[in-house]
Every structure is written in C-alpha cells, then in structure tokens.
C-alpha cells in the first residue's frame, strides 16, 4: 500500500513538472490570449495617473509601456527588480518600464531599503488599481504605443522573445 502511494506521489509530481514546464515555455502567441487579473489582452488601457514621480518622468512617445504593480512587502516584486532593470536597459529606446507602487504610503515607499529600480518609478492614484484590474502583485502590463494591453500577467513572463515579438508586431 504505501509503494502504491509513494509511486503516485512521484507521477503526479513528475507530471506536474511537466506542466509547469510546459507553461513556462509558452509562446508570445499563447502569452498574447491571455489576462490573468490586469486588463484583457487588446482592450484600451486607462490612463497612467501619478500622484508622484519618484523619478525624472518619462517620454512616452511612441513607446511601449511596462507597468510593474508592485509592494514593499512583496517579495516576488523585489526579487523581479533585477529582471526588470535588465529588461530596461535593453529596451529603454523601444519601451518605458514603470515600477508602480501600491497604496502604501511615501513615507514607506522612500523608506524602502531593497535593491534598486533602474527604471522609472511612480506613485498612483488609489483608483489606478480598480482602473487596471489588479487582483494582486506581482503584476505586469504591457501597452503598446497606441494604448492597447499586449500583455497582462506575472513580470517573469516578460522576456526578451516577447517584447521583440510585441515590439515587431505593434511598434511604429
């Protein structure tokens, strides 16, 4: 009895594995179909509305823009900082990436003491999240310059395929 339930164990890990797996490496063509909180992917994004920039404000013409939901309590936001800056840094010309914060207060937000934001980096209205949909952070939206949502999901999702494919396909 228990070697039948140690070997389920293992399929069903092993098979859960390989989902996982199977997700991961989904396409942009697979990505682009879905939302997953956020906005539904080809809809109008509502305005960006900052109460405050805690960085130079960007240009946005003719730019893709990135939003970063994210908190100072979200660890899975800080640990994407690093893919995010890196990200940045490749694509600033092609496209704004934007760290927007919860409704913490600015005290908390300049209190905080993690690794640093390369790239923009703002304060929005408390309605900004009700505006975007978010059900919960991390959560990264990617808009083309027209408006339009391309991509609404986990940041981690967001790698250089993708934004070279969104980029080819809805850029200028």
């Not at 240009?59 to 939003?67: A, I, N, P, R, S």
């Not at 940041?155 to 993708?162: A, F, P, Y």
């Amino acid at each position: 009895m228990k070697a039948k339930l140690a070997i389920t164990l293992i399929v069903v890990s092993f098979a859960s594995h390989l989902y996982g797996q199977s997700k991961t490496n989904a396409t942009v063509k697979e990505k682009s179909d879905l939302s997953i909180g956020g906005l539904a992917i080809g809809t109008k994004a509502p305005a960006i509305n900052a109460v405050e920039w805690l960085s130079e404000v960007p240009d946005f013409t003719g730019k893709f823009v990135v939003l970063d939901f994210w908190g100072t309590s979200c660890k899975p936001c800080i640990s994407g900082f690093a893919h995010v800056n890196e990200l940045h840094r490749k694509y600033k010309n092609k496209a704004v990436f934007i760290a927007a914060t919860t409704d913490e207060s600015a005290e908390e937000i300049y209190a905080f003491d993690g690794p640093p934001v390369e790239f923009y980096s703002m304060m929005q209205k408390p309605s900004t999240w009700k505006d975007f949909n978010i059900q919960g952070i991390p959560q990264m939206i990617v808009i083309d310059p027209k408006g339009i949502v391309r991509f609404s999901g986990n940041g981690i999702d967001v790698n250089d395929k993708m934004l070279l494919d969104l980029f080819a396909k809805y850029g200028k």
